[in-house]
């Protein structure tokens, strides 16, 4: 046994014992590889904040794009690794009807995603936009957390469907989004300037 996994042993048998106190005691026992244990521990004590993004964290946010679309092999034109707005965000999003929240953990962002009305499109639609994670944030409930604020702000704009476009090598994020009720189209919509996305989707909102 290493010393790692003996830390994680006795911490867990902390975790056991004391509960919310031991999960405390054991976020800060065991070295965080990136923080997948922390975000865990944060997520059984409520302690995920999901915000509206803020100027100051545009630099943040567009760098976890980018590094999460290089993670995928996705950094290539047609994505928005390249677009203009992904660098400001924060601006971005002050459109009317449109929000973007980012999920904070410790005080660190570790993820995103955005309501934006569907662009040149005549129906009621909104588009979710921008979703990422940090590697070691996915899977843990923050992707769902997202999820919920932003249609529940789509369906308080009056917004009818919820329209997204993403690629086949985010298949987590896609089981996300069938989980939550999306289906596939045979043809994207609007005209997002996103050509290199193979997969659309849409959601009734009523």
Same mark, same amino acid.
């Given at each position: 046994?290493? $010393?790692? &996994?003996?830390?994680?042993? @006795?911490?867990? %048998?902390?975790?056991?014992?004391? =509960?919310?106190? !031991?999960?405390?005691? +054991?976020?800060?026992?065991?070295?965080?590889?990136?923080?997948?244990?922390?975000?865990?521990?944060?997520?059984?004590?409520?302690?995920?904040?999901?915000?509206?993004?803020?100027?100051?964290?545009?630099?943040?946010?567009?760098?976890?794009?980018?590094?999460?679309?290089?993670?995928?092999?996705?950094?290539?034109?047609?994505?928005?690794?390249?677009?203009?707005?992904?660098?400001?965000?924060?601006?971005?999003?002050? $459109?009317? &009807?449109?929000?973007?929240? @980012?999920?904070? %953990?410790?005080?660190?962002?570790? =993820?995103?995603? !955005?309501?934006?009305? +569907?662009?040149?499109?005549?129906?009621?639609?909104?588009?979710?936009?921008?979703?990422?994670?940090?590697?070691?944030?996915?899977?843990?409930?923050?992707?769902?957390?997202?999820?919920?604020?932003?249609?529940?702000?789509?369906?308080?704009?009056?917004?009818?469907?919820?329209?997204?476009?993403?690629?086949?090598?985010?298949?987590?994020?896609?089981?996300?989004?069938?989980?939550?009720?999306?289906?596939?189209?045979?043809?994207?919509?609007?005209?997002?300037?996103?050509?290199?996305?193979?997969?659309?989707?849409?959601?009734?909102?009523?």
């Amino acid at each position: 046994m290493t $010393v790692n &996994d003996y830390a994680k042993a @006795v911490g867990h %048998a902390i975790l056991s014992v004391w =509960g919310r106190v !031991g999960s405390l005691i +054991l976020a800060n026992f065991i070295p965080r590889p990136a923080g997948s244990l922390l975000i865990c521990r944060l997520i059984m004590t409520g302690n995920i904040t999901i915000r509206t993004i803020r100027p100051e964290d545009d630099a943040t946010i567009a760098r976890l794009i980018r590094e999460t679309l290089t993670e995928f092999g996705l950094n290539r034109p047609g994505t928005v690794f390249t677009d203009k707005a992904t660098d400001e965000l924060s601006a971005h999003f002050r $459109v009317l &009807d449109s929000i973007y929240y @980012v999920a904070v %953990a410790d005080g660190r962002i570790i =993820g995103g995603a !955005g309501i934006y009305p +569907l662009e040149n499109c005549e129906e009621n639609i909104c588009e979710l936009q921008k979703m990422y994670l940090l590697p070691w944030a996915r899977g843990k409930g923050v992707g769902k957390l997202l999820m919920e604020n932003c249609l529940a702000f789509a369906r308080d704009m009056g917004f009818e469907k919820c329209y997204l476009e993403t690629m086949p090598e985010l298949r987590k994020a896609i089981g996300l989004y069938e989980r939550f009720g999306f289906r596939y189209l045979k043809t994207p919509m609007g005209n997002t300037g996103h050509f290199s996305c193979g997969v659309w989707m849409i959601k009734e909102l009523n």
